[in-house]
């Protein structure tokens, strides 16, 4: 049960910002958002992660809607180095991620 | 800074035998754990060890599966008697705290079970 719904795949232009959503409708009070990327042959990485307010880091930023049952992963700028795998994860008090299928970025140059 | 590290990076052996996967975590991070990848599957959480405890085994698929954490820097999978349909990619992770702290990964162990 991975409790998240991504698109399964999307495209971006280089250079162009990418807003990659994420749908975590049953989300409990303390459920913390996280995201991952994968690229080929390698480990997840982590990107952000957020609970109530909108975080930011070099990497990317994390819009959590009001609600909490959706949010955005922001890329203000894809290159091809952005072209992975990227998972939305609610994870609680607990440290067990259930990873989806995720959404698969193509940056096109 | 010392990421996870893990050993082999590839394994391939014939069904039947025992297979041993390595994992070194990041020092200082009292959380590790094992998942495994497939096509099929996805990303599946095995185990997972806090302070070198297992918390949660519910995701081992089944007894020829054991994993341990003999101490804060040092855990092992191990598959005894391996079957075909264990090849994936093994991963380890770890993280500093609980609270839905991020975790690190390593780069893998793709294991092939001839």
């Known amino acids: 049960d991975a409790k998240t719904t991504q698109p399964n795949s999307m495209e971006s232009n280089e250079e162009e910002p990418v807003h990659l959503p994420c749908n975590h409708s049953t989300i409990s009070g303390t459920d913390y958002i996280h995201w991952y990327r994968q690229l080929p042959s390698q480990g997840p990485e982590y990107v952000i992660h957020?609970?109530?307010s909108n975080v930011n880091n070099r990497m990317a930023s994390l819009a959590i809607a009001e609600d909490r049952k959706s949010s955005t992963l922001i890329l203000h700028r894809a290159t091809l180095r952005d072209a992975a795998v990227y998972y939305c994860i609610r994870t609680n008090t607990g440290n067990q991620f259930y990873f989806g299928t995720g959404t698969s970025l193509t940056v096109i140059p | 800074d010392a990421g996870v590290i893990q050993s082999p990076r590839h394994e391939v052996t014939e069904m039947g035998q025992e297979v041993t996967l390595r994992c070194k975590p990041i020092s200082g991070h009292n959380s590790l754990f094992w998942y495994r990848q497939t096509m099929m599957r996805g990303l599946e959480l095995l185990i997972y060890?806090?302070?070198?405890?297992?918390?949660?085994d519910s995701g081992m698929p089944e007894d020829r599966f054991s994993a341990k954490m003999p101490n804060a820097s040092f855990s092992t999978l191990k598959i005894q008697p391996s079957e075909p349909r264990d090849s994936a990619v093994y991963f380890c992770?770890?993280?500093?705290?609980?609270?839905?702290?991020?975790?690190?990964f390593g780069d893998g162990t793709r294991l092939s079970i001839l």
């Open positions: 992770a770890s993280s500093k705290g609980q609270g839905g702290q991020p975790q690190h």
């Open positions: 060890f806090n302070n070198n405890v297992p918390i949660d």
């Open positions: 957020g609970l109530t």
